[in-house]
């Protein structure tokens, strides 16, 4: 089975940056996955943040679309999300997807001052 790990949650001020990260185990195919970031506010629906696919094109969701960016490497089997200018409406837990039928355990990401 293939297990995903996130880390580089925290608390941040609005404006700020941060750097999630994602390694994979468990598996060699990870550099077939399509790998996503997801995240899901209180009393909302988990939403897709971004995605990148085997080949390396992405996918952003018009509201980080600009501010935020994933990258991937599979020598290392890990998927990043450089997150800048970080609002408040980007509090929640972000979650690491692998084919959006694996999921991390997710790490909290909170913006406020």
């Known amino acids: 089975q293939v297990r995903l790990v996130e880390s580089g949650g925290g608390l941040v001020q609005p404006g700020g940056s941060l750097r999630l990260s994602c390694e994979a185990f468990g598996t060699v195919r990870f550099n077939l996955y399509t790998m996503g970031w997801y995240r899901q506010a209180p009393g909302k629906q988990r939403e897709l943040v971004a995605e990148i696919s085997r080949l390396f094109s992405t996918n952003y969701a018009e509201s980080v679309r600009g501010r935020f960016t994933i990258t991937r490497n599979n020598v290392k089997n890990t998927v990043h999300l450089q997150m800048n200018n970080l609002e408040a409406e980007d509090t929640a837990v972000y979650y690491c997807?692998?084919?959006?039928?694996?999921w991390g355990q997710g790490t909290q990401v909170i913006v406020s001052s």
């Open positions: 997807s692998a084919q959006g039928t694996t």
